[in-house]
């Protein structure tokens, strides 16, 4: 079976920017929703923490709703230059499909959040909302630094377990969720909890306010391409004992109903990796 060349996956590429544009979209709305001091939710929420926890909420159903949504099942719902270069070093994803998917992401990130600032205005751009723009908290950048490594690092070997064990891999999106939920709440003082160099400079791009941005660029690829090596040498020691090897797709969601363009699949049958394991 031959699987699409990397130039007709287009429809991919278009799935990756509109997936992060809606999830820019929301990370908006809900800012504003919570945060803007004229929105009559912030005045009845007087609590920062329970609003924290309610946006994490609100970003790791999002992250849920297009991880296991038709888009999300097709594309693979990377919506993260991070997460696509960790699937390209596991040799799930093509070289040429690296940059495609990335500059994707970028770009529709960016583009939502030019809508959102139409749309919604003074209110997102109110010193309270700024555009959702990541930014050290008061413990300054080294902190900031160290958590985008960690989370990002916890958040991939999750990703990469789950996917790779055939009773937990459908549940990999809400395990995803999840723990956006809890980083919001609980890290989001430090860091802003960016997790994504896309999320990260779609923000700033239309604020102007590239603070820092370095940390979010590198962070977080740093973060996952270190659980990324974590993987490929559990699996080079599965293969010296003679195991099994973990299988794995670049896909945070392998639907088996849905056609795969990165390791072959097609709906009913079984994917080329797994038979040539």
């Known amino acids: 079976m031959t699987m699409r060349p990397p130039g007709r996956r287009w429809p991919e590429y278009a799935i990756e920017a509109a997936s992060l544009g809606l999830f820019m979209l929301s990370a908006s709305a809900f800012a504003v929703l919570l945060e803007f001091p004229g929105s009559p939710v912030r005045h009845a929420l007087q609590d920062a923490t329970l609003r924290r926890v309610l946006m994490g909420l609100a970003m790791g159903a999002t992250a849920v709703a297009l991880i296991y949504s038709p888009w999300g099942r097709r594309s693979g ?7 696509t270069f960790t699937f390209w070093r596991l040799g799930h994803l093509k070289g040429a499909d690296f940059g495609p ?3 994707a992401q970028i770009g529709g990130g960016a583009l939502a959040m030019v809508l959102a600032g139409f749309v919604l205005g003074r209110a997102l751009a109110a010193p309270e909302v700024h555009y959702v723009v990541t930014r050290p908290g008061p413990w300054g950048a080294g902190p900031a630094f160290a ?3 960690l989370m990002t690092f916890i958040l991939m070997s ?4 789950m996917s790779c064990a055939p009773r937990l891999e459908r549940f990999t999106g809400l395990a995803v969720g999840g723990l956006v939920w809890l980083y919001i ?4 003082p430090v860091s802003g909890t960016s997790l994504n160099p896309a999320r990260t400079l779609a923000s700033a791009f239309v604020a102007h306010d ?14 996952m391409a270190l659980a990324a090596e974590l993987h490929r040498l559990r699996a080079a020691r599965a293969r010296a004992a003679g195991a099994p090897l973990p299988g794995g797709c670049a896909k945070l969601r392998h639907d088996p109903r849905v056609a795969c ?17």
């Open 158 to 161: 999750v990703v990469l377990a």
């Open 77 to 83: 719902a990377h919506l993260n230059p991070a997460t």
């Open 185 to 188: 709440a609980l890290e989001a």
């Open 101 to 103: 998917y990335a500059l």
């Open 147 to 149: 958590a985008e490594i």
């Open 210 to 223: 590239f603070t820092a941005l370095w940390i979010y660029l590198l962070a977080p690829t740093l973060g």
């Open 261 to 277: 363009v990165f390791c072959g699949q097609r709906p009913g049958r079984e994917p080329e990796s797994t038979r040539a394991h």
